[in-house]
């Protein structure tokens, strides 16, 4: 369990911080309307993810069966694990001169979350089969990891948005740099993992 909470901590503060659409529209809202604005964009996620992952799960659950297709995803989910570290390494600071072409709420986020393929990516390689080898350990396991990735996604970006109607700097400044990198090296150790468990399933 304890592994699953240092996920869940981990997966939600790289989501949360990480540049992407939804973090362009919520600093954006947050620069020209205040951080209330950037702090509705922030819930997004609560509720576009849930069809996401209970799609994601009844495609895993459908080839639960098949040790080489979820050796393949596992591996895959490694990969993808290893290309957000390299995000993470690489980022340089955001923009905080950031325009969104249409106007701001809660529904453009929900729109633009939904449109964006890395929670689908997300769920279906790394998220979901965390959550089935929780399952199996005990049924309660898998709420251990959704509460605190969600917590860490949405705590996040509202912490984001305080602190970029507060200081632009913050956007720029070493803390993000530093909280990147950090996160990372968490997302490296992370891939190793799946990795391991890719390699072992492709061998049964």
Do not use: C
């Not at 509705?40 to 799609?55: C, E, H, Q």
């Amino acid at each position: 369990m304890i592994e699953l909470l240092i996920a869940g901590i981990t997966l939600g503060l790289y989501a949360g911080f990480s540049p992407g659409p939804l973090l362009v529209l919520l600093i954006s809202q947050t620069l020209k309307h205040g951080h209330r604005e950037g702090i509705k964009v922030a819930f997004a996620p609560l509720i576009t993810d849930l069809p996401i992952i209970v799609a994601s799960l009844i495609f895993l659950s459908f080839v639960a069966g098949y040790s080489l297709i979820l050796g393949l995803i596992s591996i895959f989910g490694g990969l993808y694990l290893l290309y957000l570290a390299y995000e993470s390494f690489k980022t340089k600071g955001l923009t905080e001169e950031i325009e969104a072409e249409e106007p701001k709420s809660l529904k453009k986020g929900v729109t633009v979350n939904f449109l964006n393929p890395s929670p689908y990516i997300f769920w279906i390689t790394v998220g979901g089969p965390l959550i089935i080898t929780a399952y199996m350990g005990n049924a309660l396991s898998p709420l251990i990891f959704i509460v605190s990735f969600y917590a860490l996604l949405v705590g996040s970006k509202i912490g984001i948005a305080f602190a970029a109607g507060k200081s632009r700097e913050f956007l720029t400044g070493r803390p993000y740099l530093y909280i990147m990198r950090i996160l990372g090296v968490v997302l490296v150790i992370f891939a190793l993992y799946f990795f391991i468990q890719g390699a072992q399933l492709l061998m049964k």
